[in-house]
């Protein structure tokens, strides 16, 4: 007598299978990721020129993006932008309640914590990011990164490791610029939109901005932009389907990052200001 059919087993399969594949899909990145991480080692060794040519084209740009500065000119713009919103949105709600002169305190507070660790992300997600996926995506599908494993290169700490350091490297001069950018900002749209004495805006602001709270800035900076360019080189050399292909993992890289920016944004704000913030205002 033969054995009893047992139809649920296709089911289970069918509705497991979406996990397990995010599941090897998940052991894959953490593969890649650890390699480009081992890998930042070489490019100190073997591949110091490749490094310098990834950090001249990451901040200058390339084509239509060297004509307006590069990635150094987007972040200074935007992060100007955001410190003339603070400075607008802020001083209009303290104003409500007749305690404007704390402007200044809002700017060492909200950009040093918030905007500028942020603003930096976000940039470096939209230009050196999708850049770097483009490229990878684009040597990926002419088989160029196969070309290099035959000559034998390694193709990871080539090609990602070098731009793994070249951004976390780039992030540094652009998380200062961009704080400068914000800080100078709001100082300008509060002093000349405003009226607001300089005197009163800097004693503020140099009363509450906390040294502590611009170093953890500079180093949550520092993780965004670690984390983007793992997530952006990996989008990159994994890329398949043709040009529409490398479209696509730019487009997957680019979400994938800005939501990575984010939690890494509020992880470090629940964890470092959640129980106390150091901030004390009293009259």
């Known amino acids: 007598m033969s054995a009893p059919a047992r139809p649920f087993l296709p089911r289970v399969q069918n509705s497991t299978r979406p996990l397990v594949n995010g599941w090897n899909r998940t052991g894959e990145q953490v593969q890649f990721f650890v390699k480009t991480i081992v890998g930042t080692k070489d490019v100190w060794i073997y591949y110091r020129v490749e490094l310098l040519r990834q950090i001249a084209q ?25 410190g003339s ?42 230009t050196i990011g999708a850049g770097a996926t483009a490229q990878l995506g684009a040597m990926r599908i002419n088989e ?47 002093i000349l939109s405003y009226g607001q004495s300089t005197g009163v805006y800097d004693h503020y602001f140099n009363t509450f901005l906390n040294p502590m709270d611009v170093i953890l800035s500079f180093v949550q900076a ?8 793992l997530i952006h080189t990996y989008y990159g050399y994994t890329a398949s389907g043709g040009p529409a292909g ?17 939690f890494v944004l509020l992880f470090v704000a629940m964890g470092i200001y959640g129980q106390a913030g150091g901030l004390n205002i009293s009259g």
């Open 58 to 82: 990451m901040s200058l740009g390339v084509g239509a993006m060297a004509l307006i500065g590069g990635t150094i000119v987007v972040v200074a713009f935007l992060s100007s932008q955001v």
């Open 85 to 126: 919103l603070v400075a607008i949105q802020v001083y209009g709600s303290l104003a409500n309640v007749g305690i404007e002169a704390l402007t200044g305190f809002a700017s060492a507070y909200v950009n040093t914590r918030l905007a500028g660790p942020v603003i930096v992300g976000i940039a470096m997600a939209a």
């Open 144 to 190: 160029e990164i196969d070309a290099l494993e035959v000559i034998g290169v390694r193709s990871i700490p080539y090609l990602c490791s070098t731009r793994l350091v070249a951004g976390v490297a780039l992030s540094i001069p652009l998380y200062c610029l961009g704080m400068l950018a914000a800080w100078t900002a709001t100082k300008l749209g509060t």
């Open 222 to 229: 520092i993780g965004m932009a670690t984390i983007v360019m």
């Open 246 to 262: 490398v479209g696509a993992a730019v487009g997957r890289g680019v979400r994938a990052s800005l939501v990575a920016v984010i």
